[in-house]
């Protein structure tokens, strides 16, 4: 990304680029669920005891 916004903007340019990117980043974290093997989605009820297979 720097290599190709330095020759169009300064440095501060380039800092604004990635600080932009950073608070995207941060929005869209929390939405993304990845499904991940060997844990279950299911809801636990009451007194009963979390596993992982």
């Not at 995207?24 to 279950?40: D, K, L, Y």
């Amino acid at each position: 990304i720097a290599v190709v916004l330095l020759p169009y903007f300064s440095a501060i340019g380039v800092v604004i680029a990635y600080t932009t990117l950073y608070i995207i980043a941060f929005i869209i974290c929390p939405f993304i669920r990845v499904e991940q093997p060997g844990f279950s989605t299911q809801k636990l009820r009451a007194g009963e005891a979390a596993t992982v297979s």
